[in-house]
């Protein structure tokens, strides 16, 4: 439960709601076919608010379900707190400048990030966004989003340098980001842009919240072969478990199932046992700055 409203974002609420009204129906022993048809709903709209999917969550639609699940008024009353600050406030990405560059899936992965507490991301083909410079930002996205006006470029470098407040807010997110070789090799925008993205990282790894490790060559296989993904961890581990978000080309996804979870939270265990640790890998990191 959040302990301070008034200072909480609204995704963090949109979390915490849709988690506490999932456990008040399962305690209530009722499944979500039974609550959308006593309510007229549809499926979509329960499965949206139990995970925060929804921009802003009206308080009649939480009172209605509160009553249902036989909530207590005191728990009813905090609930409907949370559902007020959607209505009253809105996350950065948000704002009429940025959602039109921005993709549903990816609106999910920036609610996710503004809230947990800890980030483990492992990257394949690219610096983890959060480490990235803007010059290795827009040079991806210029590739990437081909026929984007050069407005709307401008405005997915501001969200992605944006992000990256979340590592120097207080307390500040950590990031646990392990990176496959290859991606210190790869040409992106040129050795000059490449050289700075590398030092970047770097310096970046100085801070106390940064772990950075490199899964080199040599290594083989390895568990991150299936492809990228990110684990986010909140403080309350007990009412917001761990979520993984992964993407492609056509947008990215969100998985709460708890196989998932597991699958994925061994892998990245896995890999950090397996690659060097962060001052080898920070040397690897050098070592391919001289040769770009």
């Not at 046992?273 to 962060?278: D, R, V």
Request: glycine fraction near 6%; hydrophobic fraction near 40%; charge should be neutral.
């Amino acid at each position: 439960m959040i302990t301070d409203i008034e200072s909480a974002t609204p995704a963090l609420c949109r979390l915490q709601l849709g988690s506490e009204l999932r456990e008040l129906r399962l305690k209530a022993g009722l499944t979500s076919r039974q609550v959308t048809r006593k309510l007229l709903w549809s499926p979509s709209k329960l499965t949206r608010l139990e995970t925060g999917e929804n921009a802003s969550v009206e308080t009649a639609d939480v009172m209605a379900l509160c009553q249902i699940y036989a909530a207590d008024p005191e728990t009813t009353e905090v609930l409907k707190g949370y559902a007020a600050v959607t209505k009253t406030r809105r996350d950065w990405w948000q704002s009429p400048q940025y959602r039109p560059v921005i993709s549903p899936g990816f609106k999910a992965h920036l609610g996710l990030e503004a809230t947990a507490s800890a980030v483990q991301n492992y990257e394949a083909e690219y610096v983890p966004g959060l480490l990235q410079t803007e010059d290795y930002v827009r040079v991806i996205h210029q590739r990437a989003h081909q026929g984007l006006s050069a407005e709307d470029i401008d405005r997915l470098v501001e969200v992605r340098m944006t992000r990256q407040e979340v590592l120097r807010r207080t307390p500040p997110l950590k990031l646990m980001a392990i990176i496959n070789e290859s991606v210190l090799h790869r040409q992106i925008g040129g050795p000059k842009i490449m050289r700075a993205q590398l030092a970047h990282i770097v310096e970046a790894a100085a801070a106390p919240n940064v772990r950075v490790q490199v899964v080199p060559f040599k290594l083989g296989r390895h568990p991150g072969m299936n492809g990228a993904f990110t684990i986010f961890q909140f403080r309350d581990r007990v009412a917001l478990k761990p979520i993984i978000y992964f993407e492609n080309l056509a947008d990215g996804w969100v998985s709460r199932r708890e196989a998932d979870v597991e699958r994925h939270e061994e892998a990245f265990t896995d890999l950090q046992a397996m690659a060097p640790g962060p001052q080898e890998s920070l040397s690897l990191i050098k070592d391919a700055m001289k040769e770009h």
